[in-house]
């Protein structure tokens, strides 16, 4: 299997502009997580989804943050309108409900 | 305000002696406990788990102990190898709740031959 797949892997945006990040969950998996890495406060959980359904969405920073996950083998997580301060590494995993979840390699996000 | 803490940001240790990586939590409820590994440009990989039924858990050189009463869990690396320099995370979770991981901020481990 591939892994869980993030695209892109690097993205440079200027402030105020729009942000798509995207994860192909491992084939089977049936939940899906959102977090983002940063220096000072490590991994934060952002949202995950059990069978395409979002569960918790309580790490979602604020509004300007959405996720969806249309079907099983795709999500997104958008920002818009991007602020320098969502400078970090956006991470997705996956995993059977409540089993070992796997990461993806990341997207690290420079908001200018 | 974090749950979970890893107040060393950083440790380096000899190749061949014992690393020892620390973290605490606040959250009295928390009674499943993990630790991942993540390698630069990679994503984390679990690397060995806690339930608090048990005070240790043992996986070849990597071993956790927990401390329910302190509210502290340790993983130890015996013996340290070059391969294991990489970012160390500790993450607790409910029991009933495993899909819902609280980490901390990581502590990078730097084994030097």
């Known amino acids: 299997d591939a892994g869980v797949i993030q695209s892109p892997r690097h993205e440079v945006t200027e402030m105020g502009q729009e942000v798509t990040l995207r994860c192909k969950p491992i084939?089977?998996?049936?939940?899906l997580f959102w977090y983002r890495q940063t220096m000072m406060r490590g991994l934060e959980l952002l949202i995950y989804?059990?069978?395409?359904?979002?569960?918790?969405d309580s790490g979602m920073p604020e509004d300007r943050f959405s996720a969806k996950m249309p079907n099983a083998s795709f999500s997104t997580l958008k920002i818009q309108p991007s602020e320098p301060r969502d400078s970090a590494v956006y991470f997705c995993?996956?995993?059977?409900?409540?089993?070992?979840?796997?990461f993806g390699p990341g997207t690290r996000l420079l908001v200018l | 305000d974090q749950q979970v803490k890893q107040n060393s940001p950083s440790l380096s240790v000899q190749e061949g002696r014992i690393s020892i990586l620390n973290c605490d939590y606040t959250?009295?409820?928390?009674?499943?406990f993990l630790w991942y590994k993540k390698y630069p440009a990679e994503g984390p990989t679990f690397l060995i788990s806690i339930s608090s039924i048990k005070d240790k858990n043992e996986d070849g050189r990597f071993t956790v102990f927990l401390n329910k009463s302190a509210k502290h869990l340790s993983l130890h690396i015996v013996p340290s190898q070059p391969g294991d320099s990489a970012v160390y995370f500790c993450a607790a979770s409910l029991l009933y709740n495993t899909d819902k991981l609280i980490f901390g901020t990581g502590t990078r481990l730097q084994v030097f031959p």
């Open positions: 989804f059990n069978n395409n359904v979002p569960i918790d």
């Open positions: 995993a996956s995993s059977f409900v409540q089993e070992t979840q796997y």
């Open positions: 084939s089977g998996h049936n939940s």
């Open positions: 959250n009295s409820m928390f009674d499943y």
